[in-house]
């Protein structure tokens, strides 16, 4: 007889039975899981992509789980808003998040935020990723990632390139060019990614990465010329388009938009929600939806996911010192 069976000997059959039930509360709440309606928080105002992915996803979980995944907009201070509702909710499962890369953002971007970016959430899963795209003005002579390069070298602050504001994946993804390559460029940054994309159109700069659906307009009408991807590879809408990759070794910058619980969420928990996310991924009018929007499935199991959080973190934290952003 080991030394478990000698204890449940001595102990109460009360006690014996009361120990089982907490071991296997994880297991049945997962089983049983969602016994109820769960509040989606989207960090975004409606419209945005974190707001149509989230959307979107929201919809097929609640058609393959019978119980309604319900969207709450609570935008506000980038996403700071919505995220402070989330870190502070009970950890059931009841509760989630939508929020982008923003989320890893912000830490080093604002003096304080209300909660602990890395601790207070459980990633689940991203659930759309978003590829920017290097795009010039035509007035500028360049048409490939070495020509422009060169001319950043030749001409150093002399290259305009617009942000939708400082410490943006547009301003990031930019910001790592010019770290990797030593080029010196001056950064525009605009209120939003609408009006930097109607900047650069106009001339009014000359340079940006922007997300490849909010130049698709001006690429198609040629007021704007397409230069490389900052994925790793190319991307299937823009095959003729290299990446940025294939010149500068070891470039690499996309967004996404992710899926949260607070943390202490039964892990059970989120193992089932990223189950069901994953066979949501699957769904072929899922990823069409989500490709109409430029945004690319994206699925990851709870550690993979952590992993890119965490590598995220410290590489946005480099360049967001490295370029002195800050909010506003």
């Given at each position: ?19 089982a ?9 997962a ?5 109820k ?7 975004w ?10 959307r979107i996803v929201?919809q ?18 980038s ?8 870190a ?6 009841y ?7 923003t989320?890893?953002?912000n ?11 890395l ?19 035509p007035?500028?002579p ?33 910001a ?38 909010s ?5 198609s009408?040629k ?14 809408q ?12 070891g ?17 059970a ?7 069901e996310i994953q ?13 109409a ?6 699925f ?11 590598a ?9 010192k490295e370029t ?5």
């Amino acid at each position: 007889m080991d030394k478990v069976e000698k204890v449940a000997d001595k102990m109460p059959l009360f006690a014996v039975l009361a120990a089982a039930a907490w071991m296997a509360a994880p297991a049945l709440q997962a089983q049983n899981y969602p016994a109820k309606p769960v509040r989606v928080i989207i960090a975004w105002p409606p419209g945005g992509a974190n707001d149509i992915a989230g959307r979107i996803v929201a919809q097929k979980l609640t058609e393959n789980t019978g119980q309604q995944f319900i969207i709450d907009n609570r935008g506000g201070a980038s996403g700071i808003v919505g995220s402070d509702v989330v870190a502070k909710s009970p950890a059931d499962g009841y509760t989630i998040l939508v929020h982008s890369a923003t989320h890893i953002s912000n830490p080093h971007l604002y003096s304080k935020v209300p909660y602990d970016t890395l601790k207070d959430f459980a990633g689940i899963s991203p659930l759309g990723r978003q590829v920017g795209m290097l795009v010039v003005h035509p007035s500028l002579p360049v048409k490939t990632v070495k020509e422009f390069v060169e001319l950043g070298r030749k001409r150093p602050n002399d290259i305009t390139y617009a942000s939708s504001g400082n410490g943006s994946f547009v301003h990031l993804a930019m910001a790592l060019i010019n770290s990797m390559t030593g080029t010196r460029m001056v950064h525009v940054p605009y209120k939003g990614g609408g009006p930097a994309a109607v900047a650069i159109s106009s001339g009014e700069v000359q340079a940006m990465t922007a997300t490849v659906g909010s130049v698709i307009p001006h690429v198609s009408s040629k007021r704007l010329r397409p230069v490389a991807v900052t994925s790793e590879e190319r991307i299937s809408q823009y095959p003729d388009v290299p990446a940025i990759a294939e010149t500068i070794k070891g470039y690499e910058f996309t967004a996404w938009v992710g899926s949260f619980a607070p943390a202490n969420t039964p892990k059970a928990i989120v193992d089932r929600l990223n189950a069901e996310i994953q066979k949501a991924m699957k769904d072929k009018v899922v990823a069409e939806k989500l490709g109409a929007q430029t945004l690319d499935p994206m699925f990851m199991t709870p550690e993979q996911f952590a992993a890119r959080l965490k590598a995220d973190y410290d590489k946005y934290g480099k360049l967001i010192k490295e370029t002195g952003a800050k909010a506003g």
